[in-house]
């Protein structure tokens, strides 16, 4: 499957697990510091596009010796050709994303929103 192995070459700071049942695809990523407000997800030609933004604070009395936490993120994987945008749910609790898309017979372009 074409989403599993795009999943495999996602960079490693990049935690994803793949999930399905009969009707829907779960797709799991991990995005410590990003929001519902800084993240946006679209699905385009069978192409899932991820952008989130990570919020970082640094302690007053701190700078960074070494910065390896990316403030961005934009991934783009390839979804199954039964998966849809259309009735596709987004949701964000303390930096795990959840994205739920069912199947169909085919993918709609679509803006999936994240709550």
Known sequence: MQLREALDELPETVFADLLEREDAYLLVIDLPGATADTVD???EDGCLSISARREK???RSFEYLTEERS???DIE???P???TGTDAAGEIERGVLELTLPKADGADETT???E
Do not use: K, M, R, T
Request: charged share 5%; no cysteine; glycine share 0%.
């Open 112 to 114: 999936i929103p994240v």
């Open 77 to 79: 994987v390839p979804l």
């Open 57 to 59: 604070s640094v302690p």
């Open 71 to 73: 403030l961005f993120l």
């Open 41 to 43: 997800v679209q699905l």
């Open 81 to 83: 050709p039964d998966a």
